[in-house]
């Protein structure tokens, strides 16, 4: 993903304790996978033809929100690694 392309580029992740939050309930474990919403790395559109373009499998909620592997999200998105693990880890605990 060309970082230059997307202006809301992470910007829903940096530095906020309820986004944390709202993570820990909305994370989605599936196969012992966890996924996220995408909408917080930026276009959820770019984010989507990014994960079809790689063969990456998405879920979508029915509410329209879309999800995208924890794991794909860090490799895109190096610079979130440290908080993608955070957040994937206290879902896990939650149970969730």
């Keep these: 993903m060309n970082k230059a392309d997307?202006?809301?580029?992470?910007?829903?992740?940096?530095?906020?304790s309820k986004t944390e939050s709202a993570m820990k309930q909305t994370a989605i474990i599936s196969g012992g996978a966890a996924f996220l919403p995408v909408e917080l790395?930026?276009?959820a559109e770019q984010i989507?033809?990014?994960?079809?373009?790689?063969?990456?499998?998405?879920?979508?909620?029915?509410?329209?929100?879309?999800?995208?592997?924890?794991?794909?999200?860090?490799?895109?998105?190096?610079?979130?690694?440290?908080?993608i693990s955070e957040l994937v880890k206290k879902a896990t605990e939650a149970g969730q």
Aim: proline share 4%.
């Design 6 to 16: 997307n202006a809301d580029f992470g910007r829903g992740i940096v530095g906020k």
């Design 48 to 83: 989507l033809l990014c994960c079809g373009y790689d063969g990456t499998e998405t879920i979508q909620e029915a509410g329209g929100r879309l999800y995208a592997p924890a794991d794909w999200l860090a490799t895109e998105f190096p610079e979130h690694r440290q908080k």
């Design 41 to 43: 790395f930026g276009n």
